[in-house]
C-alpha cells in the first residue's frame, strides 16, 4: 500500500472508463480480477446472492464512482461511491478540491461503542428493579461476554450496563418502562448481530433478577457514543466564484446554515444531501446505510428539534465547516468480506480500521453539504444539477456513445433539459448523424 498515493487525479473525469481502470491499477495495484469486478464481468454471482438474501432472482447494479481530492488529517483518499444520483461524485470532488487547498479536513472518531437494549416489564417497584440490576452488574458483564468471548480477547466487549426508567407512553397510570443498555465495544464490526446475541442472552438472569418479564431485546442505531466528527477552515477568498468575491459566497452558506437550523423543512434537504455522500460511500463499502441513515436522522433530533447534522460559520476570514454524526461502521460483518464489488471498494477506499472509515465519510459529509450550500447560497444548484441531469435526460431520449455528451450540452445551452427538446434535437439530425446518435448504426 503506498502511502503517498495522492486523491488529486487532475482531468481523470476526462478519461475513457478503460484509462481510469489503467490508473487505478498503476496506483493501486490493482489486478486483472479486481479490474474485472468494476467492469462488472464478475460482479455479485447468482449463487452468492440466494445465499445473502431471501427469494433472490438476481442482482442489482448502480454506477460506482470516485470521490476525489479528499485529504484528511494530512492522508489522501480515494473515496469509492455507488450511486445513481447525478453529480454526487462530481460535488463531493469539487467540494474537496477547496478544502484541499485550505489544507484539507480535519476528523476525529470515537471508540465503537454500542448499545444494545432490553425492555423490561411488569418488574414491580422501579426503584427496587435498578437496585437489583445495578448490584448484579458484574453477572450481567460476564453472561453478556460470555457468548462473545472472542470480543473480549480482542479488547472489546460488554464493558457497563445502565438501566433507564422512561416514562409510560400511554399516560402517568401505565408502568413506567425499565430499560437495561448494554454498552458495548465492537471493535472492528459494526456490532449489530453480537449485541443481539448479548442482549438476548442476559435477558432470563433480568426477569430472574426482577421476577419481570422481557420483551425487546435489540441494538439501538442511535450510535451516539460512537461519533465522527469533521472539520474544515476555508480562508474565504478561496470560495469566490460566479462574478462573486468569497465574502458574498461565504456570507450565503452562512445563511443557509442559520436557515437549516432554525426550520426543519430545510434541515430534512440539508441533511438529505450530507447522506448523498455518506450512503454513495457506504452502499460501496458494504456497510449498512439503513442504521447509518438511522442514526444520523435520530441525532439530529437528539434537542427535540430536527436539526443539521453540519454547521458553518465565519470566524476571522474563514469559513469553518463542522460536521458530527453517528457513524457505526464495520471492516467485518454482514457482505464486508463476502461482496466481491466491496473487496474493491476496500483496496481504492484503503482504511486500515472502521474508526478511520467514520472520519473518512464523516468529511465525504461534510464535503458533499459545503458543495450543495455553496450553489444553493449563490447562483442556486439547478445550473450545475442540470448540467449533469442533462446527460440522463441524452440517454432516455436514446442518445447514446459520443451523442449523449453533445445532445446534453445541446440541452443545456438551449435551456430546456427536457426528453422532449432531446428527441427533437435528435430527429433534427441528418439521417447518419441520427443513426450514430442512436446507435442504430447497425
Ligand atoms: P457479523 O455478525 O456478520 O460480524 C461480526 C463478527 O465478526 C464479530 O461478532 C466477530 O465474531 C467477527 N470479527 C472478526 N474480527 C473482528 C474484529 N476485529 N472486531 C470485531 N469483530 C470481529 O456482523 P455485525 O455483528 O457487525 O452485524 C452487522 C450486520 O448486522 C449487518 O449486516 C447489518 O445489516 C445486520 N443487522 C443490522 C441491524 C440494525 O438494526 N442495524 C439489525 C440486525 C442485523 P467472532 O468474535 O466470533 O470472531
Redesign the pocket.
Known amino acids: 500500500m503506498s502511502e503517498s498515493l495522492t486523491s488529486r487525479l487532475s482531468g481523470f473525469h476526462k478519461l475513457s472508463m478503460v484509462e481510469r481502470h489503467e490508473k487505478l491499477s498503476q496506483m493501486l495495484g490493482l489486478d486483472e480480477m479486481d479490474l474485472a469486478q468494476l467492469q462488472g464481468i464478475s460482479a455479485l454471482q447468482p449463487g452468492l446472492a440466494n445465499k445473502m438474501i431471501e427469494n433472490a432472482v438476481g442482482t442489482f447494479s448502480l454506477p460506482l464512482g470516485l470521490g476525489l481530492n479528499l485529504q484528511i488529517n494530512g492522508r489522501d483518499y480515494l473515496v469509492p461511491m455507488a450511486v445513481e444520483e447525478p453529480s454526487v461524485v462530481a460535488a463531493v470532488s469539487f467540494a474537496s478540491k477547496i478544502v484541499r487547498e485550505a489544507g484539507g479536513f480535519t476528523a476525529e472518531a470515537d471508540e465503537p461503542i454500542m448499545l444494545g437494549q432490553v425492555q423490561l416489564t411488569r418488574y414491580g417497584d422501579p426503584t427496587e428493579a435498578t437496585k437489583r440490576i445495578v448490584a448484579a452488574k458484574e453477572a450481567i458483564l460476564a453472561l453478556a461476554n460470555s457468548f462473545?468471548?472472542?470480543?473480549v480477547k480482542?479488547g472489546?466487549g460488554c464493558k457497563d450496563i445502565e438501566v433507564r426508567v422512561l416514562p409510560a407512553p400511554e399516560g402517568p397510570r401505565g408502568e413506567p418502562l425499565l430499560v437495561l443498555h448494554l454498552i458495548i465495544d465492537?471493535?472492528?464490526?459494526?456490532?449489530?448481530?453480537?449485541?443481539?446475541?448479548m442482549a438476548e442472552g442476559v435477558a432470563p438472569l433480568l426477569e430472574q433478577l426482577t421476577g419481570g418479564k422481557v420483551f425487546l431485546r435489540?441494538?439501538s442505531?442511535l450510535a451516539d457514543r460512537r461519533l465522527a466528527r469533521a472539520t474544515c477552515r476555508i480562508p474565504v477568498e478561496l470560495l469566490a466564484d460566479f462574478d462573486m468575491p468569497g465574502e458574498s459566497i461565504a456570507e450565503g452558506i452562512y445563511q443557509a446554515s442559520r436557515f437549516a437550523l432554525a426550520d426543519p423543512y430545510r434541515a430534512a434537504t440539508h441533511n438529505k444531501g450530507i447522506m448523498n455522500g455518506i450512503d454513495s460511500a457506504a452502499i460501496a463499502a458494504g456497510q449498512?446505510w439503513?442504521?447509518i441513515e438511522?442514526g444520523a436522522h435520530a441525532f439530529a433530533c437528539r434537542d427535540g428539534q430536527y436539526r443539521p447534522l453540519s454547521t458553518w460559520h465565519v470566524d476571522d476570514g474563514h469559513l469553518v465547516g463542522r460536521i458530527e454524526l453517528p457513524m457505526?461502521l464495520?471492516?467485518?460483518?454482514?457482505?464486508?468480506k463476502i461482496h466481491p464489488g466491496v473487496q474493491v471498494a476496500m483496496k481504492i477506499l484503503r482504511v486500515e480500521s472502521?474508526r478511520e472509515m467514520s472520519m473518512v465519510f464523516a468529511a465525504v459529509g461534510l464535503a458533499q453539504n459545503f458543495a450543495a450550500v455553496r450553489a444553493l447560497g449563490s447562483v442556486g444548484i439547478q445550473k450545475g444539477h442540470m448540467a449533469m441531469h442533462a446527460r440522463c435526460v441524452a440517454v432516455t431520449a436514446g442518445a447514446r456513445g459520443d451523442w449523449v455528451e453533445k445532445i446534453a450540452e445541446l440541452l443545456v445551452t438551449a435551456g430546456h433539459v427536457k426528453v422532449e427538446k432531446a428527441r427533437e434535437i435528435i430527429e433534427s439530425l441528418s439521417e447518419s448523424d441520427f443513426r450514430a446518435a442512436t446507435g442504430t448504426d447497425g
Open positions: 462473545h468471548p472472542s470480543m480482542r472489546g465492537t471493535q472492528e464490526a459494526m456490532g449489530a448481530n453480537l449485541i443481539n446475541t435489540i441494538l442505531n449498512d439503513r442504521a438511522a457505526a464495520g471492516m467485518v460483518g454482514g457482505p464486508i472502521a
